[in-house]
């Protein structure tokens, strides 16, 4: 392992995005106003607040962005209350990067793309789907599902419309999970709408969000013949200390940082507990 992404870095946060009631976007880069570091999509880097703790984010800007890293995050816990309470120009430490990424320069290449997420799984989709955009002529069709509990609670949905909706060649698909005054879209779950848009079966999956979604849209890919090869993941949820020693990520006979956190299902013998 490069004994370099062990260092923390310090990084700036130069712009804070709120995208959902608790899901904001830091933009980040380094003291000396450029990206702090490369990755690829689906790489995650370590975040810290020094006194606080620190954790294990996706990193959701694509690498082809070359000005900074961007990076949504979920206030759930005593440090992600703690970068939500944040302001613009403040200083957080940033290590890394962590983890496989999705193979878009080997298996993506030139297959048409279907991406599936629930609530803030889009985060990690999120670089792989702008790398897609910024590299079109690389690969087939892109089809997005996304869902979430409602339209407040869209993540980069501004982006959605403004940008993915209006590209040639993609097509996106939203619901929500109940109707909504002023939506006038799907409104379902996820596994159910997957189903029911009955995607071609040439497409190769890369998939992201909460348990028992992806355990649902799984089970209803294989329904519809989809094969367990064609399926990728990210399980970056489960990363703990990203260097394969604290030995709590592991899945059966993996460890989530060290051979993930992007797996081919064929890859994983058995699904985490709470699958």
């Not at 759930?76 to 878009?104: D, K």
């Not at 290449?109 to 990690?124: R, V, Y």
């Not at 081919?264 to 985490?272: A, H, K, N, Q, S």
Request: hydrophobic share 35%; charged share 25%; with cysteine.
């Amino acid at each position: 392992m490069n004994t370099e992404t062990l260092i923390p870095k310090v990084g700036v946060v130069t712009d804070i995005r709120i995208d959902t009631p608790d899901v904001k976007t830091f933009r980040v880069v380094g003291l000396d106003g450029k990206k702090v570091f490369e990755h690829i999509p689906g790489q995650c880097a370590m975040l810290s607040v020094p006194g606080v703790g620190e954790g294990m984010f996706s990193i959701t800007s694509s690498p082809t962005n070359t000005e900074f890293m961007e990076f949504s995050i979920k206030k759930c816990g005593c440090l992600t209350s703690w970068l939500h309470a944040m302001e613009v120009g403040q200083q957080i430490t940033i290590r890394g990067p962590y983890g496989n990424g999705f193979p878009v320069e080997t298996a993506l290449k030139g297959k048409d793309l279907l991406f599936i997420a629930g609530g803030i799984g889009l985060a990690p989709l999120r670089s792989v789907i702008n790398y897609v955009r910024d590299k079109r002529e690389n690969y087939g069709k892109i089809q997005i599902i996304y869902g979430s509990r409602s339209k407040d609670d869209l993540v980069d949905y501004q982006e959605i419309l403004d940008e993915w909706m209006q590209d040639e060649g993609v097509e996106v698909n939203l619901t929500i999970d109940r109707e909504q005054e002023g939506w006038d879209g799907h409104v379902g779950f996820v596994p159910n709408y997957v189903k029911e848009l009955n995607p071609d079966l040439s497409k190769t999956v890369l998939m992201c969000g909460p348990p028992i979604m992806i355990k649902f849209t799984l089970a209803g890919l294989k329904e519809l013949g989809f094969q367990e090869t064609q399926v990728y993941t990210t399980m970056e949820l489960r990363m703990k200390c990203a260097i394969g020693k604290c030995g709590r990520c592991n899945i059966g006979n993996k460890y989530v940082c060290k051979d993930g956190p992007v797996f081919r299902f064929d890859e994983l013998d058995e699904l985490p507990n709470e699958y």
